[in-house]
């Protein structure tokens, strides 16, 4: 039983195929960990995988409510503190609890500052801190340890490993190893072929 | 959903979040009218309906890029569009906190104003409740051009492009109901038009806002 699976996916962006023929699932506990240079198109497939996007062609399954997307921005608002803002969160999701992750992020001291005033990575740690409060089991992560330092990116490496321990599980795009054990996944061998032409809708414009 | 109202609300009155924005502009709009035409009162109280109206709608048109431009800018739409509330309820509740924060004032401030303009005494009454009936409509109307130009940077004048054509069945039976108000005439059509008009964009607008934002986030 997978928690999402992918088959014969093409992703596109702006109505350009960037992947073709992803075939992949993700079990409970189970760590995927997406690889490919700069431009390879693993923000596009993820994004896909959130349902931002419908996918190209092929098919994405997964419960409705199963995907907790992180990004490259991190979604706070910096006139709210950082206690509102994983509240409010929490609240859109069902209401649960934010001590445990303002604790597993160390965020307990910065609970009364507004999320403005926090540094770059402290804003990293409460955009990863919202993961804990979605209580969705399946984490779609965009280069979640951007402008983390390395006791951060402990933390966050022992959250992600006790989410899937708990029959959660990840798909992350990284650069950098995180020390558990992972599925990795290069999706530079599926980049999608240009020289097919295709005679379909166009909806770049879009 | 209702947290993301009390969300939209707090921000709105946290520093930066505009509330006061769209009063501060009608207030001046209004204030400037009797130095440009001149203190005749027969004149201020004929023009007071449609100035009192067409301030109201360019108050409200200030403040709409930020309904959805801002969640877009740090990624919140983009969170919201995966949460479990479905992207209409969003809108829904986006446009009602404008709403709150930019129509509602407008409404009660509007009366004073209409002593500036020597606005005739029968009429007052029609105004509140033309602005009452017709506000929800522009922030409705409003959020949806919005939707249409979230993803685009500056889009602020397209935004009024696109929007205030809308808005104008609305200010039309606005105005009409508060002048016929004043005149003592009947006010019912005008006026049951203007609702209409605000429930139809109340309960179609939040679809084909979702739609446009859907396409935005692609």
């Known amino acids: ?206 | 959903m209702i947290r993301l109202f009390w969300r939209d609300i707090t921000l709105a009155f946290r520093s930066g979040g505009g509330f006061g924005l769209g009063l501060g502009f009608f207030l001046i709009l209004v204030t400037l009218v009797p130095f440009g035409v001149g203190p005749n009162a027969e004149m201020l109280s004929a023009i007071a309906p449609g100035i009192l109206w067409v301030g109201a709608l360019l108050a409200c048109l200030l403040s709409l890029d930020r309904i959805f431009a801002l969640d877009f800018e740090d990624g919140s739409l983009d969170l919201l569009a995966t949460a479990p509330i479905p992207l209409e309820g969003v809108v829904a509740m986006k446009a009602f906190a404008h709403w709150i924060t930019t129509g509602l004032p407008l409404v009660i401030a509007a009366p004073a104003l209409g002593l500036l303009l020597h606005l005739d005494s029968a009429a007052y009454r029609w105004l509140i409740v033309t602005l009452l009936i017709g506000t929800p409509a522009l922030s409705f109307i409003g959020a949806f051009g919005a939707a249409l130009t979230v993803g685009l940077k500056r889009g602020g004048l397209l935004l009024s492009l696109l929007v205030l054509p809308l808005y104008i069945p609305t200010l039309i039976f606005g105005a009409e109901v508060v002048r016929r108000g004043a005149g003592g005439f009947l006010v019912g059509t005008p006026l049951a038009m203007q609702a209409g008009i605000t429930l139809g964009a109340v309960a179609l607008l939040p679809f084909a806002a979702a739609a446009a934002i859907r396409v935005a986030l692609r």
């Open chain 1, 1 to 206: 039983m997978s928690l999402i699976s992918v088959k014969d996916m093409t992703v596109s962006r702006g109505g350009m195929p960037v992947l073709e023929g992803l075939n992949f699932a993700v079990s409970p506990g189970e760590i995927l960990v997406l690889r490919g240079p700069n431009g390879a198109g693993k923000t596009t497939l993820l994004r896909t995988l959130a349902r931002l996007q419908p996918p190209y062609a092929g098919t994405v399954e997964a419960a409705p409510d199963a995907v907790a997307y992180a990004a490259h921005a991190d979604g706070l608002k910096a006139t709210l503190t950082v206690s509102e803002n994983l509240a409010f969160w929490a609240g859109v999701y069902g209401g649960q609890d934010i001590a445990p992750a303002l604790r597993d992020f160390n965020l307990e001291t910065l609970r009364d500052r507004p999320a403005g005033n926090l540094s770059a990575g402290q804003k990293r740690r409460l955009g990863l801190a919202r993961l804990m409060v979605t209580g969705r089991p399946v984490w779609v992560l965009d280069e979640p340890t951007v402008s983390l330092d390395v006791a951060s990116v402990e933390l966050f490496a022992k959250a992600v490993k006790v989410h899937v321990d708990g029959g959660g599980a990840a798909v992350i795009a990284t650069h950098i190893h995180l020390g558990f054990e992972e599925t990795v996944f290069d999706v530079s061998p599926y980049k999608a072929r240009h020289d097919v032409i295709r005679n379909d809708f166009d909806e770049s414009f879009l």
